[in-house]
């Protein structure tokens, strides 16, 4: 099974830090997401790449950025972390192979980040 | 834009109850579903899928779930519930045969089973 890491499982900034959320998975698959889980709202996609310097915005991008160097890790930047930015962070990475809507997501354990 | 409708969004039950979460979708095409499940502190897992073929899909952990597409919908069920099915279920929908998995998550149903 793919194994996907967050960087941390708690995080407390203060406004208007910059913060980094790292993902990283094992098993060198081309797509990866970013999701916030806030409650009676679901999950929400941030913004998924499909590959190497290639980043797509999902449906809640604003006040977010990506960055994606390397094929196995898939960063999410809050440029000036802002307290509406507080919630559970999960990066998910999908198994391989076509079509890839077909696929199981594997879901990291999630940061619970709080922006006072 | 795709949606999804969780309408319970909480449920309590006894053990040995038996289990039935709704799941509507809004997208009248080829669709891809999904049953994830959250446990207490654990990671978003896969319960169930569908794709095509037997609209009565298996999983694990004796969960099922029947698509139904002249109702756009695709809910969860199980006869027979255990304290340990405690936890949060999230339905989820793509639009067959894209290019990525974009999932659409519904806004999830909290399940606790007393014992």
């Known amino acids: 099974d793919v194994k996907v890491t967050q960087s941390s499982r708690y995080l407390v900034k203060r406004t208007g830090e910059k913060v980094f959320l790292e993902c990283v998975q094992d098993?060198?698959?081309?797509?990866m997401f970013w999701y916030r889980q806030d409650p009676g709202l679901g999950l929400r996609l941030i913004y998924f790449s499909y590959d190497v310097k290639m980043k797509e915005k999902g449906d809640i991008p604003e006040g977010y950025s990506v960055s994606r160097e390397k094929k196995e890790r898939f960063s999410l930047i809050l440029e000036s972390a802002s307290t509406n930015q507080t919630s559970m962070y999960l990066c998910?990475?999908?198994?391989?192979?076509?079509?890839?809507?077909?696929?199981?997501?594997?879901f990291g354990p999630g940061t619970r980040l709080t922006v006072l | 834009a795709q949606s999804v409708s969780q309408h319970n969004h909480h449920v309590i039950l006894s053990e040995a109850a038996s289990l039935e979460l709704g799941c509507n979708y809004s997208y009248g095409g080829t669709v891809n579903l999904f049953w994830y499940v959250q446990y207490p502190g654990q990671h978003l897992q896969l319960l169930l899928k569908?794709?095509?073929?037997?609209?009565l899909v298996k999983g694990i952990k004796g969960f099922e779930a029947e698509f139904i597409k002249s109702k756009f919908s695709f809910n969860l069920r199980k006869p027979s519930v255990q304290w340990s099915d405690t936890a949060e279920y999230f339905c989820?929908?793509?639009?067959?045969?894209?290019?990525?998995?974009?999932?659409?998550f519904g806004t999830g149903t909290r399940l606790l089973v007393s014992p």
């Open positions: 098993m060198d698959h081309e797509n």
């Open positions: 998910a990475s999908p198994t391989s192979g076509r079509p890839s809507s077909y696929n199981e997501q594997f």
């Open positions: 989820a929908v793509n639009e067959g045969n894209t290019g990525f998995q974009k999932l659409v």
């Open positions: 569908y794709f095509s073929g037997d609209p």
